[in-house]
């Protein structure tokens, strides 16, 4: 699953906010911005994935466009 797919069904867990030791509001607001399209930072998605358990299965790769083999 990707980032996005994980904080939302980390961020759906019951009582979630206890193992993140974050406030219970703090779980409220983050719900209510991923359910209207509301900007979350993959760097906090990561931070609270993390601390609720969950570990990263693959590394980001990236491509330096100034490198690539399509640029003619």
Do not use: C
Request: net charge positive; aromatic share 8%.
């Amino acid at each position: 699953m990707n980032t996005t797919e994980a904080f939302t069904i980390m961020i759906s867990t019951k009582k979630i906010h206890e193992k993140l030791k974050v406030p219970e509001g703090t779980v409220k607001s983050l719900k209510f911005r991923l359910n209207h399209g509301e900007f979350i930072s993959y760097d906090k998605m990561m931070e609270l994935l993390i601390r609720a358990g969950y570990q990263i299965k693959t590394e980001m790769t990236w491509t330096d466009p100034e490198k690539s083999s399509s640029k003619k």
